[in-house]
């Protein structure tokens, strides 16, 4: 009956919290595959299974790349791709999550620091974070390490965070970002428009850049609420002085009404999917940018 509680409460974990869920029969298929999913992490996390690609941001303005995100894949050998949802979310409920972003910085660097030694001219690229690695105490020293270790100075990594990370120990997160400033790096906020902060929080958090949420961005040019959501956010980071990127474009249409509200900075597949490491160098070293 332990047992069985114990699976309800993870699934009531898994659908956002604030919930209950009742024991249903498959959900023990569905822990069983989740504790094999979370085995097979801790033993392959440092593996060719797990590696990134990059989904480049454009300033259309320009023409050009100026940054990427990096975003982590797992190719198991049997089950073939997992979805990042899923096993992210086994990730954070086991605590290997801080182990994930540390493999995340540590690819980042490593590439960047090769793609330096290719003569390409570098562009920051964007790591999430997860609540847990942000206000844990193995942060600063380990990004400080990792800089040093492949001499890349610090403005060519960008942290993301998302909103929901800011309602908890908000004066914790705004310490260790101000360390994070420090070091010359970047921070947005993933997913703008989705969470639950408090706008009085954004004046007092040392952010650089915010992220407008696909789910606004993918229906800007059919309601007119999401037309008005993106365009509020627009204006709020003109305000605040702060950068602003649009997630998600997939249509021209979508494009030409950002670019109207004054957005310049665009990740979607419009222009590209998410690339290779080999297609990422090869669309830093080639100029001008076409749309894909």
């Known amino acids: 009956m332990i047992q069985h509680a114990d699976i309800a409460m993870y699934q009531a974990k898994q659908k956002g919290r604030d919930n209950y869920q009742l024991f249903e029969p498959e959900m023990a298929y569905v822990a069983s595959k989740q504790y094999s999913y979370e085995r097979d992490m801790r033993k392959n996390l440092a593996s060719d299974q797990f590696y990134l690609v990059y989904q480049p941001k454009i300033n259309h303005q320009e023409n050009s790349v100026v940054g990427f995100e990096a975003l982590m894949r797992w190719h198991h050998p049997d089950e073939g791709m997992i979805s990042p949802s899923e096993f992210i979310a086994i990730a954070d ?92 790096i970047r921070i947005s906020v993933d997913d703008f428009g989705t969470g639950y902060s408090s706008l009085s929080y954004l004046k007092r958090l040392p952010l650089d850049v915010l992220k407008i949420d696909k789910t606004f961005v993918q229906e800007c040019d059919v309601t007119e609420e999401d037309r008005q959501i993106c365009a509020t956010i627009i204006n709020l980071a003109k305000n605040l002085d702060l950068g602003i990127v649009a997630e998600g474009v997939e249509t021209l249409s979508q494009l030409e009404l950002l670019k109207a509200m004054g957005c310049d900075i665009f990740q979607g597949y419009f222009f590209h999917k998410p690339l290779s490491v080999e297609n990422a160098g090869a669309l830093l070293s080639s100029r001008p940018l076409s749309a894909a």
């Open 93 to 184: 409920e086991s605590n290997l999550i801080i182990q994930l972003g540390e493999k995340v910085i540590n690819d980042s660097l490593r590439q960047l620091q090769y793609w330096r030694k290719q003569g390409l001219v570098l562009v920051p690229i964007a790591v999430n974070l997860s609540g847990k690695h942000l206000v844990s105490d193995v942060l600063i020293p380990f990004i400080r390490q990792q800089l040093a270790l492949f001499d890349i100075s610090g403005e060519y990594l960008e942290i993301e965070i998302t909103e929901g990370v800011l309602v908890h120990d908000i004066d914790r997160c705004i310490r260790v970002m101000a360390e994070i400033k420090s070091l010359n």
